[in-house]
């Protein structure tokens, strides 16, 4: 079955960094792209970065773009996202999400259980 582990979460101070990673199994990862979304506490969700099966491309949202960097490692079939320039307003808990093709970022048909992010001093 299709699996979606998160990890990297934890408290990072303004201005600090962490990483990301989302370990996937279950599926032919390189054929999917991925992509990770936050909900901020009392907060909808909102989308902040996707790739391409093939990383061949990314996008950002319009709040992470300049700080944020996705990646992927196909071989070892685990999406990244390096979070650099962290505000207290990226915390949330982060979820990765399996597109349902090639380069789809914004349908998803599973999704992980998600890793906290806290910036704060």
């Known amino acids: 079955q299709v699996q979606l582990v998160e990890s990297g979460g934890g408290l990072a101070q303004p201005g600090g960094s962490l990483r990301l990673s989302c370990a996937a199994s279950g599926f032919t990862f390189n054929s999917y792209a991925m992509s990770w979304a936050r909900q901020a506490p009392g907060k909808g969700l909102e989308w902040v970065s996707g790739i391409y099966s093939d990383g061949s491309e990314t996008y950002y949202g319009d709040s992470v773009k300049g700080r944020f960097t996705i990646s992927r490692d196909n071989a070892k079939n685990t999406v990244y996202l390096q979070m650099n320039s962290l505000k207290p307003e990226d915390t949330a808990l982060y979820y990765c999400?399996?597109?349902?093709?090639?380069?789809?970022?914004?349908?998803?048909?599973?999704w992980g259980q998600g890793t906290q992010v806290t910036v704060s001093s």
């Open positions: 999400a399996k597109g349902l093709g090639r380069g789809t970022l914004r349908e998803y048909d599973y």
